[in-house]
């Protein structure tokens, strides 16, 4: 493979990229019209200093955050060709890695069709996806509606469980995050999020995560209790098994709707197909997002149980809608990308290297006790908690020098995530885990044995 020549081959790249072994195949550079490597970052940096967020472009320019340009599987290349490990997974967008060949074929088929939806026909992609989620959810989740975002999807959630009950009340928990629309935002945690937007929506009670003891007193007249299976912002945080099977009896016993966010857990990123899973049990409606399209177009859905939608929309098919939401192409997306979950077995691979990488990850906690405090995770859902947050403001910069992202939690800045794309092989496991120890260790050399701070943020 070489840097020069004219038009780029993704499908001539993409096999030499499989058969790969340790020299990465370097993708032409591609600098988006710049002279040079240089004034591709100055002008970015310029850009986002003075109209995009400026606090933000300092804070990435101090860690050294280049630009990117490039992806492809696990790989992301920055302006000056170099390769990346991506472990930081779009924060659970990559599911299927960058730019999986079989789900840009699929769009770029459906572009030449047609790109986004006239709204006054029935749109043939849309029925194809709805039905293909209708046979992978649990039970009997079966009417599928489509948004752009995961925020869009829980907003959708939550007023379908007020809809359907004819109640407003809803239950969430301590320290969960469900986006940053302002109903999302309402459930979620965090008050630094919380507070400039007051009041948000009135009417939700927070109830600590993973202790099912609370749940039949909180849910009491409730619209809904919503719940990650695991807490992805949260700082990755695995909730006892049987959790949600109880949640599930106490949403029964109540009549509140149970709403399980799997937009970061969902489609094989926990190494089963949902997170609840894990517990057997059937929500009654299921949100879903991020790797949903495969990495390619943005889409978020709510999936619900035929009874429930009809409780609540029978009589008025239009009073919750979405322009772009369910368009052509992200439906021609992710159909490809259900396509390829199943038929490169993502599942299994993500739960064979989640368990790689988070016995890694603990061996690297057993070595340096006084910066790690705990190894946790589900599949390709990894947490490293950190003893203190200042130890983490080294360790990401660090793995990115060596050529690996990663990822602070929204909501526990000492909980470093890693996130791979569920095509990861057990070799570039292996790199990441080996940036990941040399991360730690320079931050232990560079600062010592610092205080512990408290896990979370208020
Ligand atoms: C569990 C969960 N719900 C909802 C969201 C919000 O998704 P989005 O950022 O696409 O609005 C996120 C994002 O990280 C999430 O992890």
């Known amino acids: 493979m070489t840097n020069e020549g004219g038009g780029f081959d993704l499908g001539r790249w993409s096999a030499a990229f499989a058969v790969d072994d340790s020299s990465q195949p370097t993708p032409p550079l591609d600098l988006y019209g710049a002279p040079d490597a240089r004034a591709l970052y100055d002008e970015t940096y310029e850009n986002y200093r003075s109209f995009v967020n400026p ?28 390769a990346y490990l991506d472990f930081a997974g779009g924060y659970g967008v990559f599911t299927l890695g960058h730019s999986h060949p079989r789900v840009v074929a699929a769009v770029r088929e459906q572009l030449e069709r047609m790109s986004l939806s006239g709204k006054t026909m029935f749109s043939p992609l849309l029925g194809r996806l709805a039905r293909a989620l209708a046979e992978l959810a649990p039970g009997d989740c079966a009417i599928s509606f489509f ?72 849910l009491r007249d409730a619209a809904a209790f919503i719940v990650e299976p695991v807490q992805g912002e949260g700082g990755i ?6 959790y949600l099977r109880a949640a599930r009896a106490a949403c029964d016993a109540s ?41 390619v177009v943005p889409i978020g859905a709510f999936v619900t ?26 439906c021609a997306a992710a159909l490809a990308a259900l ?22 990850v603990r061996a690297i906690a057993a070595d340096f006790p006084s910066v790690v405090r705990e190894a946790r995770g589900l599949g390709l859902l990894v947490g490293m ?6 130890y983490a403001g080294t360790i990401v910069p660090e793995m990115l020098r060596a050529g690996v992202t990663a990822a602070w939690t929204l909501n526990a800045q000492r909980v470093i995530r890693l996130e791979p794309p569920l095509v990861v092989t057990a070799e570039e496991i292996e790199r990441g885990l080996a940036a990941v120890r040399g991360a730690v260790a320079t931050a232990f050399a560079k600062l010592g044995v610092l205080a512990e701070t408290s896990t979370t943020h208020t």
Request: with cysteine.
């Open 339 to 360: 396509d390829v979950l199943r038929d490169e077995d993502l599942v299994a691979n993500a739960r064979a290297r989640g368990e790689q990488l988070l016995a890694g």
């Open 255 to 295: 009549g509140a709707m149970l709403i399980v966010d799997e937009v970061q857990t969902g489609l094989g990123r926990c190494g089963i197909l949902f997170g609840c899973d894990r517990d057997g049990i059937v929500p009654d409606v299921l949100v879903l997002a991020k790797g949903l399209s495969g990495g």
């Open 237 to 242: 945080v695995v909730p006892p098994p049987g």
């Open 147 to 218: 948004a752009n975002s995961g925020t869009e999807a829980v907003e959708g959630a939550l007023k379908l469980s007020r809809a359907a009950t004819g109640r407003t009340k809803f239950v969430a928990t301590t320290n969960a995050y469900h986006g940053k629309t302002v109903g999302a935002l309402a459930v979620s945690g965090r008050d630094a999020y919380k507070t400039p937007f007051g009041p948000l929506l009135g009417d939700v009670v927070h109830v600590p995560y993973g202790d099912a003891a609370v749940l039949s007193e909180a």
């Open 385 to 390: 908690e950190l003893r203190s947050e200042g």
């Open 55 to 82: 606090p933000l472009a300092r804070v990435m320019k101090l860690s050294g955050s280049p630009v990117e340009v490039r992806a492809l599987g696990s790989t992301i290349w920055d302006q000056t060709g170099k």
């Open 305 to 330: 149980r035929p009874s429930v939608w009809n409780a609540a929309y029978a009589k008025a098919p239009l009073v919750h809608t979405s322009t772009f939401g369910g368009n052509p192409l992200a």
